[in-house]
C-alpha cells in the first residue's frame, strides 16, 4: 500500500502561507507540553517539526520509564489517533543536536502503559529514529519525545505514517525458573531472518513474566536464538504467543543457534484435506488379508496444523467412522477383508479450529481370493486338537500385530492361528521349538482382541498355554517371540474332555460380614483344580442385592474387585460358579454382606487419601505432609466425554519447595475402577492405571521428561515417565512454583465437538490439545470415573482439594435426544441407582419395531445423580424413534423413555410454520430450525422498531415462543434468527 508524508509547504507560489504556518506551528509548539497537554498529530497527515524540547519535568505518574533507554531529562509529548485499524504504524523522529529516545503509549494520561520504545542510536549528535508498532487496533495513543542529556533538544521533524495491518502482533514471554531474572541472559527474535527483537532480556531480578511483541504474519518463520547465557541459562525459560492468544511454542528452555523455530499465526483456521496415497482409488484385487489405508498430512501454514485424524471405513458408500488417531499417525490398517467386495474410506483431519471440509471418499474391491498368509490375523490358520504345526516367524512381519498384554507382552513379529471353540480344554504348546518363544491367545475378532491366556517361558525358554473354550467362539493364538527373537517352531495343539469343576471354598468377604467398604470391594475365593490337570479353570460371578443374584461376568483368577460404588448400608449376594472348558460346577453356595459408610459420602478415599474437614466443604486430603504416601479419591459417580463439562477445584501443594511430589487429575475406566491406586514417585499415584487420562500437576524434577519448574502435562494409559501427550509447561505462568503454601485454581475444560481439552492454572490457559479420548483410551464408553491421585516419596507436602463446582446435571430428567454434526446424541439422568445391571438402547423407524443398538452397563448402586449418553454413530436418515430400558441385577426391566429425532435435517434450514393468535391474547410462533442452540426471535413494527423480543435454546426440530399482543394493532414483522440463518414474516394482529 503506497503511503504518503505530507511535510511544511514548501514553494514560491505558497511562500506568505508557509511563513505564516510556520510561525502558527512554532508558537503552539514551543509551549512545553504534558501528557495531558499533548499535541495531536495526525497519522500520513502532515509532520510536526521546529519544536524545541526544553521541558526538564519528567512525567512519571501513572507514566512508565522508557525500557529502551536511561532515564530521560527533556520531554515532549503528542497524540494521535487511529481509526479504520488495526494498522502498522511507523514513527519517525529527527533530532539535529542530541539523542533521541521514541516512547509510544496507550491507556490515558496518568494510567498509560508503555507499547514501544526505540533508542538505537545512544551517543549524541543529528541522529533518526524511527519506532514501528504493529497491529494497532482503533483508539488513541500518546507518544514521549525524550533527550536523555541534560541540554535542550531541537527537534526538525516528527512524522507518522501508517497502513492497514497484514499480520498481527505476536508475543514472547520470558520467564525465570528461580525467580531472579535472566542474569546477562539474552535471546534475539527474528521473522522470516530479519531481527526484531534484539538481545532482550528480563529486566527484573523476578521469575517474571515480561512480554515483548512483534509483528508477524501467518506463515512466517518465527526464530527465537539464545545468544548470551548469563550466568544460568538453564533457568531461562521462553513461550511464542501468537495472535489469538495461541500458544505457538510451549515454555522451554532457548537454545543456541540455529536456534528453534515455529510458523507465526495470527487466528487458528482448520486444517487443509490430507492427500490420499494408498490404496490407489478404485483399486482392484487388494489382498484379503488386509491392507494400509495411507495419507499424507496437508500443508502446515502455521494456523492450520492438524491435530488428529479421523477415520471412515466400511463398505457403506458413505462409510461409517472407525477411530481417531494422533497426527503423528498416517496410516490405518484395515485387518482381514470379505473376498471380492468393494470397501470406501475417508479421512478426515482436524484440529481445535474444527475438521476438514470436504474430505473425499475412495473405494477398493478386494480380491476373489480368501485370505491365506497368517502373518496377519485375517488370514489365521485353522487348527484342531491333535494336530502339530509346522511354521517359522523368521520371515513374519510385525504390521498390525497385536499389542494388548495377555500374560505376557507380545515382543516379536509372529504367526497366526485360530481354533473354533468345542467346549474342550485346550493346550496350545510350542515346546522344543529353536528359538526362545512366546504366546498369546485372544478371543474377539481380528483387530479387536480381548485376552484369554498367556506365557513366556513355560518350557524352559519354549511357551505353553491352557484353557478352556465355549462352542462357537474362535481363539486366535499368536505365535510369536521374546524381546525380538525369530525362528522356526512347531505348534502342537492337544484337547481335553473336562468335568464339571467342583465349587470354589469363598474367603471374603465372611458370610453375614458387616461394615464392608462401600468402594471397591474384593471377593476373594480359593481356586479349583481342573480333571484335565491344568490351570484352565474360569470362574462365573453372580451379584447383587438379591438373594439369588444375577450373572455379572466370567474371570480366570480367583479374586474380582468390584469397580463401582456401592450403595451404602446396603445387604449385597454373591455366588462364585467355576468353568472348565464347557463344564460348569452346581449347588455352589451364596454369601451374603452389608456395606458400611463412606467418610464423605461424595469420594471413595483409596490408600492414604483421607476426608479432610478442616479445608472446606467437601475437601479431601490426597496426602499428609510424609514420607510414602500415596492418595487416590474417586467421584462415586461418572462423568460423559460424550456432552463438554468444565471442572475447578482448589488444590493445596504445600508450602515446602523442596517437597514432592504433586497430584493428578485423572479420567478413567480401568478394570481397578473406583479402588483404582497407581504408583507413587514420580508417578503421582496414576501409575500403571489404564485406560486413562491423566493430567499431571508435578512438583518435582525426576528426570528427562521433568522441567526443573513446577509443570504440567497431559498423558495417556498411566505411564508418566514418558513422552506426554501434551506439555510439560511451567504450571503458574507468574511463578514456577505450586509448593508456595497458596491454594491454586485448577480448571479442565472438555469440548466434546471439538475433542479438546484444556487446563487452566490461576486463570491462565497453559495447555490444549484435540484427542479422541473416548475411542482410543476409554473403549468407546464415554462415562468414566474422574478423581485425583498424589504421592510423596523422600521429600513430602501435604496435598488436598476443594471443589468449586461439580459438572452435575442441572435438572434430573429422563431421556432426551439432541443432534450433535448430524449424529443422534441421547441423553438421561438418574438420580440415584439401587440394584441397577444394565441399559439397553434400541431404535425404530416407525415407533413399534424397534431393533438393539447397544447395552450400557449402569453404576449398580448410587446416591448421586449420574448422567448417561450414548451417540449413535450410524444414524437413519430419517426421523427416528430412541428407547431407552434398564435392568436390575435380578432382570427386572422397566422402559426410562421414548423420544423421537431427525438429524438428517440441516443446520442451516430455518422454517416459520404459523402464527396464532390465541384467546388469551397472546401470539405463538411456531418455527421448525435445524440448529441447535440459541434463536433471537423479534416482534418489530413497520418502522423497524421492536416491540418485543425474546432470546431461546432451542432444540432441532420443532419449537414454538409466545408474544404479548401489541396494543396498536396494524402490520408487523415477525423475525426469528440464529448463528446460521434468519426468517421473517408480515402477520396481521
Not at 460348569?584 to 474437614?613: H, I, M, Q
Not at 452435575?808 to 439422568?829: A, R
Not at 423413555?897 to 388469551?920: P, Q, V
Amino acid at each position: 500500500m503506497k503511503t504518503t508524508v505530507f511535510r511544511v509547504l514548501a514553494g514560491a507560489t505558497f511562500a506568505v502561507i508557509a511563513v505564516l504556518v510556520f510561525l502558527l506551528v512554532s508558537v503552539s509548539s514551543n509551549a512545553q507540553t504534558s501528557c495531558a497537554s499533548a499535541i495531536s498529530i495526525t497519522p500520513n497527515g502532515a509532520c510536526a517539526s521546529g519544536i524545541t524540547v526544553s521541558d526538564a519535568t519528567i512525567e512519571t505518574a501513572g507514566t512508565p520509564d522508557p525500557t529502551c533507554s536511561v532515564a530521560l531529562l527533556r520531554e515532549y509529548w503528542f497524540v494521535f489517533t487511529v481509526s479504520g485499524g488495526p494498522v502498522d504504524a511507523a514513527i519517525t523522529g529527527v533530532a539535529s543536536n542530541r539523542n533521541i529516545v521514541l516512547q509510544a503509549f496507550s491507556g490515558s494520561c496518568g494510567a498509560l502503559t508503555q507499547i514501544g520504545c526505540i533508542d538505537a542510536i545512544t551517543v549524541t549528535g543529528a541522529q533518526t529514529e524511527t519506532l514501528v508498532i504493529n497491529n494497532l487496533a482503533n483508539g488513541t495513543y500518546y507518544i514521549r519525545v525524550g533527550n536523555t542529556t541534560n541540554n535542550n533538544m531541537t527537534l526538525t521533524s516528527l512524522c507518522i505514517t501508517t497502513v492497514v495491518a497484514t499480520g498481527c502482533n505476536h508475543t514472547i514471554r520470558l520467564t525465570d525458573t528461580y525467580g531472579d531474572g535472566w542474569n546477562g541472559g539474552t535471546v534475539t527474535v527474528t521473522v522470516n531472518g530479519t531481527p526484531v527483537l534484539t538481545n532482550i532480556t528480563m529486566a527484573t531480578a523476578t521469575a517474571g513474566p515480561e512480554d515483548f511483541t512483534f509483528p508477524a504474519s501467518t506463515g512466517d518463520i518465527i526464530n527465537v536464538t539464545r545468544t548470551a547465557d548469563g550466568s544460568y541459562p538453564d533457568e531461562m525459560r521462553v513461550e511464542i504467543i501468537g495472535g489469538s492468544s495461541n500458544t505457538i511454542l510451549a515454555t522451554q528452555q532457548p537454545v543456541v543457534a540455529p536456534g528453534t523455530n515455529v510458523t507465526a499465526c495470527c487466528a487458528p483456521v482448520v486444517p487443509d484435506l490430507a492427500t490420499y496415497t494408498a490404496p490407489a482409488n478404485a483399486a482392484t484385487g487388494v489382498n484379503t488379508c488386509g491392507t494400509t489405508l495411507a495419507w499424507t498430512a496437508p500443508a502446515n501454514t502455521g494456523c492450520n496444523a492438524v491435530a488428529a485424524y479421523d477415520v471412515y471405513f466400511g463398505t457403506a458408500v458413505s462409510p461409517p467412522f472407525v477411530l481417531n488417531v494422533t497426527s503423528a499417525t498416517t496410516t490405518y490398517f484395515t485387518g482381514g477383508l470379505t473376498p471380492s467386495t468393494t470397501y470406501y474410506w475417508k479421512i478426515v483431519p482436524k484440529n481445535a479450529a474444527g475438521s476438514a471440509v470436504g474430505a473425499v471418499t475412495w473405494s477398493f474391491t478386494t480380491a476373489a481370493s480368501v485370505c491365506t498368509d497368517n502373518d496377519q490375523c485375517g488370514g489365521a490358520t485353522p487348527v484342531s486338537c491333535g494336530g502339530t504345526y509346522a511354521g517359522t516367524t523368521a520371515t513374519a512381519t510385525s504390521t498390525n500385530d497385536p499389542t494388548l498384554f495377555c500374560g505376557t507382552s507380545p515382543d516379536a513379529a509372529g504367526r497366526w492361528y485360530v481354533f473354533a471353540g468345542n467346549g474342550n480344554v485346550v493346550t496350545a504348546s510350542l515346546c522344543g521349538s529353536a528359538y526362545d518363544t512366546k504366546i498369546n491367545v485372544y478371543s474377539g475378532t481380528c483387530g479387536s482382541y480381548t485376552c484369554v491366556s498367556g506365557n513366556d517361558d513355560f518350557c524352559s525358554s519354549q511357551s505353553q498355554v491352557t484353557f478352556g473354550t465355549t462352542v462357537g467362539t474362535n481363539y486366535y493364538i499368536f505365535v510369536n517371540g521374546y524381546s525380538g527373537s525369530t525362528g522356526n517352531y512347531s505348534l502342537a495343539i492337544t484337547c481335553c474332555v473336562p468335568t464339571a469343576p467342583a465349587c470354589a471354598t469363598l474367603v471374603s468377604p465372611a458370610n453375614g460380614a458387616t461394615g464392608v467398604s462401600p468402594c471397591g470391594t474384593l471377593l476373594d475365593w480359593n481356586s479349583v483344580a481342573s480333571s484335565c490337570g491344568a490351570s484352565s479353570v474360569t470362574y462365573d460371578v453372580y451379584f447383587g442385592t438379591v438373594s439369588n443374584p444375577p450373572f455379572l461376568c466370567n474371570v480366570n483368577s480367583d479374586q474380582y474387585n468390584l469397580a463401582i460404588a456401592l450403595s451404602e448400608n446396603t445387604v449385597y449376594y454373591w455366588k462364585i460358579v467355576p468353568r472348565d472348558g464347557g463344564m460348569t460346577a452346581t449347588g455352589c453356595t451364596t454369601r451374603s454382606f452389608t456395606t458400611g459408610t463412606r467418610p464423605n459420602a461424595n469420594y471413595c478415599l483409596v490408600d492414604d487419601a483421607v476426608n479432610y474437614p478442616s479445608g472446606g466443604s467437601n475437601c479431601a486430603q490426597i496426602t499428609a505432609d510424609a514420607s510414602s504416601q500415596r492418595g487416590c479419591i474417586w467421584n462415586t459417580g461418572t462423568i460423559s466425554f460424550a456432552s463438554s463439562f468444565d471442572y475447578t477445584i482448589n488444590m493445596y501443594f504445600g508450602d515446602d519447595d523442596g517437597g514432592a511430589d504433586g497430584c493428578t487429575f485423572i479420567f478413567q475406566n480401568s478394570p481397578q475402577g473406583i479402588a483404582a491406586c497407581g504408583t507413587d514417585g514420580a508417578q503421582l499415584g496414576a501409575g500403571g492405571i489404564s485406560n486413562a487420562l491423566v493430567v499431571e500437576f508435578d512438583t518435582y524434577d525426576n528426570g528427562s521428561y521433568d522441567p526443573n519448574e513446577d509443570h504440567t502435562a497431559i498423558y495417556i494409559n498411566g505411564n508418566l515417565e514418558s513422552t506426554p501427550l501434551a506439555g510439560p509447561v511451567q504450571a503458574d505462568p507468574l511463578d514456577a512454583d505450586l509448593e508456595d503454601g497458596l491454594v491454586h485454581v485448577l480448571r479442565v475444560t472438555w469440548n466434546s465437538a471439538t475433542q479438546e481439552i484444556c487446563v487452566y492454572v490461576d486463570g491462565s490457559q497453559r495447555l490444549c490439545y484435540v484427542y479422541d479420548f473416548v475411542n482410543n483410551i476409554f473403549g468407546g464408553n464415554p462415562n468414566v470415573l474422574w478423581g485425583f491421585t498424589g504421592s510423596t516419596g523422600m521429600y513430602t507436602n501435604q496435598q488436598y482439594f476443594c471443589p468449586i463446582n461439580i459438572p452435575l446435571p442441572v435438572e434430573m430428567e429422563g431421556l432426551n435426544v439432541n443432534c450433535n454434526h448430524g449424529k443422534p446424541v441421547l441423553t438421561w439422568y438418574t438420580a440415584s441407582e439401587t440394584n441397577n445391571h444394565y441399559f439397553t438402547i434400541e431404535r425404530s423407524s416407525d415407533g413399534v419395531n424397534f431393533e438393539k443398538l447397544a447395552q450400557m452397563n449402569g453404576a449398580g448402586n448410587s446416591n448421586r445423580p449420574i448422567m448417561y449418553q450414548f451417540v449413535d454413530e450410524q444414524p437413519l436418515k430419517m426421523n427416528t424413534y430412541y428407547r431407552i430400558s434398564q435392568t436390575d441385577f435380578d432382570g427386572t426391566t422397566v422402559e426410562v423413555g421414548i423420544k423421537a429425532a431427525d438429524c438428517s435435517f440441516d443446520e442451516s434450514n430455518l422454517d416459520i410454520i404459523s402464527t396464532e393468535t390465541t384467546k388469551s391474547g397472546s401470539v405463538t410462533l411456531d418455527f421448525k430450525t435445524g440448529f441447535a442452540g440459541e434463536h433471537t426471535v423479534q416482534l418489530l413494527d413497520m418502522a423497524g422498531k421492536i416491540v418485543e423480543q425474546q432470546t431461546m435454546m432451542c432444540n432441532i426440530g420443532f419449537n414454538q415462543t409466545d408474544f404479548c399482543m401489541p396494543s396498536a394493532h396494524g402490520i408487523y414483522l415477525m423475525t426469528i434468527y440464529n448463528p446460521l440463518t434468519s426468517k421473517s414474516i408480515k402477520i396481521q394482529l
